[in-house]
């Protein structure tokens, strides 16, 4: 019975990530030039984007406060980002940079993806 238990308690702790809360959204930037489609899970302090001009960034870190989130990535090991969406008027900023060149900052709005199907 105490095995049966163990196996029970195990397997919910390690399947506690099917469970996570997660936001879908889409992100446009102002002048419609780039689309981002975000995965956030705020429980786990972690978040995924998908943009055509970077690509796939897989995992991200993410500040989740009452009225933003913020995520915090690099980009070929060469630039860094901060990509942050102000959580009541969906509105974003995304600030690039990188040592030896000019500071690049992208604006737009974002929304919840609705479902497929």
């Known amino acids: 019975m105490k095995k049966l238990l163990v196996i029970v308690v195990l397997g919910l702790l390690l399947c506690g990530n099917s469970y ?6 889409t992100c446009i930037s102002d002048d419609d030039s780039v689309t ?3 995965k956030l899970f705020p429980n786990l302090n972690q978040g995924t984007l998908y943009s055509l001009t970077t690509g796939p960034i897989s995992k991200t870190r993410l500040v989740t406060t009452d009225n ?6 690099t980009v070929f090991d060469l630039i860094s980002a901060r ?3 102000d959580r009541t008027t969906g509105k974003y900023t995304r600030i690039w940079s990188a040592e030896n060149s000019e500071t690049l900052i992208v604006t737009g709005s974002c929304k919840k993806t609705s479902p497929k199907f």
């Open 20 to 25: 996570a809360n997660e936001v879908k959204l």
């Open 36 to 38: 981002t489609e975000l």
């Open 68 to 73: 933003r989130y913020d995520f915090y990535y």
């Open 83 to 85: 990509f942050s969406i």
